[in-house]
Structures are given as structure tokens and as C-alpha cells.
């Protein structure tokens, strides 16, 4: 049986107020930040499955709704430096909190989430550990890209033919420790049950790649 402290919390960024569902388990190792730039993403089936794999396997889980209600109704793709700065502010946010300062942080990307997350990732270098992108479009600026510090592992479809050529070329870019995963026969969506497969790669990943691991229970 699992023990969870589970909170629902607005973190304040200017006039905007950033929603957040936090889950940290008894012991956990450290606390990973969902970055998604869809509406309403923290309720999609992929990404709460995600953070149940990661919950049972001892890391807490932020999942922020990076945009508000009516930005997600609007036409068009929000900035990348506007995402990235909401995600940095959730970041610096938790780390201030004397509750949490103990927790290593990492990023756990999907699709277009990851061209922010790794502009946080670069901007933050002292508070990001490590950065996992499924299915991503790692596109932030070059200089952006080579500024990362942290070990990145991109996973994307071989049939994502699109992906897997912006993941290569990031692969180029990007000099901190980083690792291409390409899964063979699939798309990066992942749909057809090859999804077990890229958790078990992202939670072995952030396994061997956060600083510090503690064994804190959180009082309820």
C-alpha cells in the first residue's frame, strides 16, 4: 500500500495564477515537473498515467496547467519564452517553499513541451536535474539548446519521421550528458501500447540521473 500527500495549490505569476495538482509519495526521491502546453493537460489519461508510474515507484509529481482557461480557447501556439517562464516561475516557486527545498527537481516533456523545457532547463541550471522528452519537439533557439546542463533523454517513434529529425538535430546541439531513444515500428504518440515501455526508460532514467535521493516521510 502506498502513501501519498496529494495538494491542490495556485502558484501566483503577475496577474495569472498557475493551478498545480502536487503528489509526493512517503520517501520520495525527488519531485518531477510535468511540462505540457495543452489545456487542461494535467487531466489527460497519458500524462496522470504517467505520474501514477512515477508516484508508485517513489517520485513525486507537480502537474501544472501552464495556460489559463481562456489562453487554451485562443488561436494559435503560445510562445515558447512565455511557457518557459511559467515553468520557471513553478520551479523557483517550489524551491522557496521550506517544504520542499530537500527535493531534487527534474522535467518530464511531451510533444511541443519540450522546446520550453529545456529553455527552463538552461536558464535553471542549479535547479534542474535531469529533463526527459517523450514525443518532443525539442525547438528553443540553438544557443538556447547548448546552454542545457542537464542529462537529457529524448524518446521518440521511428514513424515520427517529423520528431525524429528535430531530436537528432538536438542531439547535435545539445552538450550536457544526453541520450536518443528511438522506439522502432511506433509513432510518438505511443498509442499502441508501447507506453509501459517509455515509462519504464523515464523512470530508469530519473532514477540514475537525480543528484540526491532522501527518504522523508511527509506528515499528513
Not at 72 to 100: H, K, Q, Y
Not at 141 to 158: F, M
Amino acid at each position: 500500500m502506498y502513501t501519498y500527500y496529494r495538494h491542490e495549490m495556485e502558484v501566483p505569476m503577475g496577474n495569472v495564477k498557475i493551478s498545480c495538482e502536487l503528489t509526493i509519495p512517503v520517501g520520495a526521491k525527488g519531485i518531477i515537473i510535468f511540462c505540457q502546453a495543452e489545456g487542461n493537460s494535467r487531466y489527460s489519461p497519458n500524462c496522470r498515467m504517467a505520474a501514477r508510474y512515477l508516484n508508485k515507484r517513489g517520485f513525486g509529481t507537480l502537474l501544472p496547467e501552464l495556460l489559463t482557461s481562456e489562453e487554451s480557447d485562443e488561436d494559435g501556439v503560445p510562445g515558447i519564452d512565455l511557457l518557459a517562464a511559467r515553468l520557471m516561475s513553478v520551479t523557483e516557486w517550489l524551491m522557496e517553499r521550506d517544504w520542499f527545498h530537500r527535493y531534487r527537481i527534474g522535467y518530464y516533456a511531451c510533444g511541443s513541451g519540450a522546446a520550453f523545457a529545456l529553455e527552463a532547463a538552461a536558464y535553471l541550471p542549479e535547479a534542474v536535474d535531469t529533463v526527459v522528452c517523450r514525443g518532443g519537439r525539442p525547438v528553443p533557439q540553438r544557443d538556447v539548446l547548448a546552454c542545457v546542463e542537464a542529462p537529457v533523454l529524448l524518446i521518440v517513434g521511428s514513424l515520427d519521421n517529423q520528431g525524429l529529425q528535430l531530436n537528432k538535430e538536438a542531439m547535435k546541439i545539445i552538450r550536457s550528458e544526453r541520450q536518443l531513444a528511438v522506439l522502432e515500428g511506433t509513432f510518438s504518440s505511443f498509442g499502441d501500447g508501447r507506453m509501459e515501455q517509455v515509462m519504464a526508460m523515464t523512470w530508469s532514467w530519473f532514477a540514475s540521473h537525480m543528484k540526491m535521493s532522501c527518504s522523508t516521510t511527509i506528515a499528513g
